[in-house]
C-alpha cells in the first residue's frame, strides 16, 4: 500500500467492530402531517433511533450547497447524496459544472463539442434527454442554452427526442414544458435553423432506466429515437403529449413512446449516418444503458435493427472506469481517494448490497461514479434483481425483507468489516405519488432496518443509519407557509419529487465506544460528515482533507 493511504488510527476509538452503514432512500424529517407517509407509517425502529436525540440522533443537510449543487433550492437526490456519503467531501456537480460551462461558453471550446460539430456541415444534431427544470438529471435552460449555442455555432439542422418528467416536476407540467421548448425552436426556425422536436415518452418508460433493470426501456427510446418507430405518431409534441396524457391513468413519467411526423407520415428525425447525438443529461445513472447503445460496437442486449454511424457525446462522462462515452462536452467532477477506497486500503473488509433499482447508489455512486471492485478480494457487492415492468405502488415492499436477510446473513458470517446497504421504499414508491402504498413502503424499509440492527446487536457492533435526500416524508406540494396547494379542481397537488428536508442521522449499538456521541459543534453537517464519521467508528482517523466527523468521544 502506497503510504498516502494509511489512515492513522483513531486516539479512542477502536478497530475490529462490524459497522452497519444503512442509507434509507428518499427518507427526510419533516413536520407530522397525513402528507408525511414516515409519520402515518409504523416505524417502530425509526422511532426508537430518534430517541437519542441529541448524542445518537441528528440531522443533516441532504440538499443545495451541502451536496454540490448550484444552489439552496436544489433538492437532493441519489447520486449527490451518495457521492457526499462515499468521497467525505463536497464536490460541485453535474449540474454545476455545466452550468459554468455554458456560462463561460468553454464548453464550445472542448473536444466534446469540437467532436460532435464536425458533423454540422452535413448532418443532424440530436439532443436526447430530459425535458424539465427539476435539476436531478437536467435543466430545460441548460438545453434551451446548448440549442442556442449549437446553431450558432454552425448547426442547421437539430432534432430534439425529448423524455418527459412528472418525478423530479410535478405530473402534468410536461406540457409546459413541450410549449417552452416548441417556441423556442420556432424562434430558431425564425433564424433559418431547421429546428424540431422529433420524438418523445416518458422518463421511465423510454430510455432512462438504471443498472440493467429493463433493457426494454431502453429499446423503447431507440426504436423512436433511432429506428423514427413507434406506437404513436403525431405531427406536434405538444398535441401529442396532451393526447397521451388524456387517456386514463396516464402519468408524464410513463408516457408511451412517440415520434413527430411530416404531412405524409414520414417521422421527421431518425438518427441516421452522418449525424451527431448528444444526451443532455449531466446524472450518469439513467444515462449508462443508453451510451452503451450508442457507443459499443459488440452489443447484445437488445436488437438495434441499424446501428447509424454518428458522432455520439455525453453531456458529461458518465462512466469513469469504463471511460462511457468517450467523448463529452463537460469534465465530471473528480470524485477521488472515496472513503471506500482508503478503507479497503486499511483492510477494511466491505459487504455492499441493494436491489438492482439502488444497487449502484452504493456501489457506483458511493465509489465516486467509479464502477466495479478496488479490491475484489475484500469486496462482495450483491445485487438483488428489482421487480421489472412494474410501477412501485404496486409492490410497495419491494425487495426490503430480501435485502435484509442479505444484510443479516453477511453481518453474521463475520466475513465483513462494513456492511452497506440501500433501502430503496421510501423513494421508489415516494415517486409514483401515491400515499397508502408510500405508507406501506415506509413500514417495510423499517422493518428491513430492524433486521440489521438485530444482527448487529448480537455481533457487538455498530450501526450508523441515515438518508440520502427526502422524499416519503412529504408528498403534496406546499404553499410558502407550509399549505397544500389545491390545483384547478381543488384536490391536493400530488408532490412525486425528492425535497429540500434535512435527513436523519443516528448512530448506536453494543460495539460503540462508551462516550462515543454526536458533537454539538457542527450544526450545519451535512452527508459529507459522513463519510470521517463512518472511518472513525472503524477505529482510524479521516483524511485531513475530509470534511469533519461527526462524532467524539467524551470521558464518562
Ligand atoms: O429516480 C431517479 O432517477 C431519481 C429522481 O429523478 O431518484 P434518485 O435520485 O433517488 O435515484
Ligand atoms: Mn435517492
Ligand atoms: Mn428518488
Redesign the pocket.
Known amino acids: 500500500m502506497g503510504s498516502s493511504w494509511k489512515l492513522a488510527d483513531h486516539p479512542k476509538l477502536p478497530k475490529g467492530k462490524t459497522v452497519a452503514v444503512v442509507v434509507l ?2 427518507w427526510g424529517e419533516a413536520k407530522p402531517d397525513q402528507y408525511n407517509c414516515i409519520h402515518v407509517a409504523e416505524t417502530p425502529t425509526m422511532d426508537s433511533l430518534k430517541k437519542g436525540d441529541p448524542d445518537k440522533w441528528r440531522l443533516v443537510k441532504a440538499h443545495g450547497s451541502a451536496v454540490g449543487l448550484p444552489t439552496e433550492d436544489d433538492m437532493g ?2 447520486e449527490v447524496g451518495h457521492n457526499a456519503l462515499g468521497a467525505g467531501r463536497i464536490f460541485a456537480q453535474g449540474a454545476k459544472l455545466v452550468d459554468l460551462a455554458l456560462e463561460s461558453g468553454k464548453i464550445y471550446d472542448g473536444e466534446g463539442f469540437k467532436y460532435i460539430s464536425e458533423c454540422f456541415e452535413k448532418g443532424t444534431l440530436h439532443l436526447i434527454g430530459l425535458l424539465s427544470d427539476g435539476g436531478v438529471h437536467s435543466r430545460l435552460d441548460q438545453l434551451l442554452l446548448l440549442l442556442k449555442g449549437s446553431s450558432e455555432r454552425g448547426a442547421k439542422r437539430i432534432r430534439v427526442h425529448i423524455l418527459t418528467d412528472g ?1 423530479d416536476v410535478l405530473d402534468g407540467s410536461s406540457v409546459g414544458f413541450v410549449e417552452t421548448l416548441e417556441n423556442y425552436l420556432a424562434e430558431l426556425r425564425g433564424k433559418g435553423v431547421d429546428a424540431q422536436i422529433a420524438s418523445g415518452g416518458g422518463r421511465m418508460y423510454v430510455t432512462m432506466d438504471r443498472y440493467e433493470n429493463d433493457w426494454e426501456v431502453v429499446k423503447r427510446g431507440w426504436d423512436a429515437q433511432v429506428l423514427g418507430e413507434a406506437p404513436f405518431k403525431f405531427r406536434n409534441a405538444v398535441e401529442g403529449v396532451k393526447q397521451l396524457r388524456a387517456a386514463p391513468k396516464a402519468s408524464d413519467q410513463y408516457l408511451p413512446p412517440f415520434v413527430i411526423a411530416d404531412e405524409s407520415g414520414k417521422p421527421v428525425g431518425p438518427i441516421v449516418d452522418g449525424d451527431a447525438v448528444v444526451t443532455i443529461n449531466f446524472r450518469a445513472d439513467r444515462m449508462v444503458m443508453v451510451a452503451k447503445a450508442f457507443e459499443y460496437e459488440d452489443f447484445d442486449k437488445f436488437d438495434r435493427v441499424r446501428v447509424p454511424k454518428i458522432r455520439y457525446a455525453g453531456m458529461l462522462q458518465y462512466d469513469g472506469e469504463l471511460k462511457l462515452p468517450s467523448h463529452y462536452l463537460v469534465s465530471p467532477p473528480e470524485i477521488d481517494r472515496t472513503s471506500g477506497e482508503y478503507l479497503v486500503h486499511n483492510g477494511i473488509r466491505t459487504f455492499a448490497c441493494s436491489e438492482t433499482v439502488k444497487f449502484g447508489h452504493v456501489t457506483f455512486f458511493w465509489n465516486g461514479n467509479r464502477s466495479g471492485y478496488f479490491n475484489e478480494e475484500l469486496e462482495e457487492y450483491v445485487e438483488i434483481p428489482s421487480d421489472s415492468g412494474i410501477t412501485f405502488n404496486v409492490q410497495p415492499k419491494m425487495k426490503a425483507l430480501e435485502i435484509g436477510e442479505k444484510v443479516r446473513d453477511a453481518i453474521l458470517s463475520g466475513k465483513f468489516d462494513q456492511v452497506r446497504v440501500n433501502i430503496p421504499n421510501g ?2 414508491v ?2 409514483t405519488g401515491d400515499i397508502e402504498a408510500t405508507v406501506v413502503a415506509c413500514k417495510a424499509a423499517d422493518e428491513a432496518v430492524k433486521m440489521i440492527l438485530d444482527a448487529i446487536e448480537q455481533v457487538g457492533g455498530i450501526y450508523v443509519v441515515t438518508a440520502d ?1 427526502g ?1 416519503a416524508e412529504d408528498m403534496v406540494k406546499r404553499n410558502k407557509t407550509g399549505q397544500p396547494l389545491l390545483d384547478k379542481g381543488g384536490k391536493i397537488q400530488i408532490l412525486t419529487s ?1 425535497t429540500c428536508q434535512p435527513v436523519p442521522i443516528a448512530i448506536g449499538g453494543p460495539g460503540l465506544a462508551p462516550g462515543c456521541r454526536f458533537r454539538r459543534d457542527i450544526p450545519t453537517g451535512g452527508l459529507a460528515n459522513v463519510a470521517a464519521t463512518v472511518m472513525n467508528l472503524h477505529g482510524f482517523e479521516a483524511p485531513s482533507d475530509y470534511e469533519p466527523t461527526l462524532v467524539e468521544v467524551v470521558d464518562i
Do not use: A, K
Request: glycine content about 16%.
Open positions: 432512500d428518499g437526490n441519489s418525478r423513494d421508489m415516494g415517486h435526500h422524499n425528492h
